[in-house]
């Protein structure tokens, strides 16, 4: 024990208080696995976001200009493309974004795949007012400043997006429409031809009538021929 003791009896263990929070914080921002590993990939997410931005931009305003150029495209049909545009590359930014920084892409969209079931037996009618705003988008049953008549109500139409149809009444309503209930109805279309013939009805009363008839057997008179009608 005399030995043992005359071993470690130079042994000093020095005691110190911990750090204050701001010690420990800072020595993790500037370790090379804390601070400056997350910074650098925080800045590798936000550089792939800027340059799918950049492109998303320049792709939304070639489809604009091919749209617009093209004849064969409603103005409805044309504002679709061009969001749908912009927002596919953007999506499409996104994934590589977060495969950059190191985030299983593939695991990601196996759980987005399986929550879709879910989320579509939940959102039934939105699913279907989906449906049914590419149907009108596609088949083109009016235009945006047509006027219409659509399940009752009568305006012209000021929006259309995938989920509803926003007519605007003749007496300055706005009436939001579900996409289903516009497909899944009859649609008069005012504006769709150039001519159209109006009915109209006036009323003439009887005593009129024979001052009218009297005047034309008068003329017929003046020039000797009497005709009684």
């Known amino acids: 024990f005399k030995a043992y003791a005359d071993a470690v009896s130079g042994a000093q263990i020095a005691v110190s208080k911990d750090g204050s929070p701001w010690s420990k914080y800072s020595s993790w921002f500037s370790s090379k696995e804390g601070g400056i590993k997350l910074g650098i990939q925080i800045l590798k997410f936000l550089g ?117 149809t926003l007519i605007r009444t003749f007496d300055n309503k706005v009436v939001l429409v579900p996409n289903k209930n516009v497909w899944g109805q009859i649609i008069t279309n005012s504006s769709s031809s150039e001519e159209r013939r109006v009915d109209m009805i006036f009323g003439i009363g009887f005593n009129h009538i024979l001052s009218v008839s009297y005047t034309h057997l008068r003329a017929h008179e003046t020039r000797g021929n009497l005709v009684c009608r």
């Open 48 to 164: 792939v976001m800027l340059a799918f931005w950049v492109l998303a931009g320049s792709v939304r305003r070639i489809v604009q200009k091919a749209a617009e150029k093209s004849n064969r495209f409603s103005e409805l049909l044309e504002q679709f493309m061009i969001k749908i545009s912009f927002r596919f590359v953007m999506i499409v930014g996104l994934i590589v974004a977060l495969g950059t920084v190191g985030i299983n892409v593939a695991a990601l969209l196996t759980v987005i795949g399986g929550a879709s079931f879910i989320i579509a037996f939940a959102l039934q009618d939105t699913l279907s007012n989906f449906a049914a705003g590419i149907m009108l988008l596609i088949y083109r049953p009016f235009d945006v400043g047509d006027a219409v008549e659509v399940g009752g109500v009568s305006g012209k139409i000021d929006q259309v997006s995938l989920v509803s």
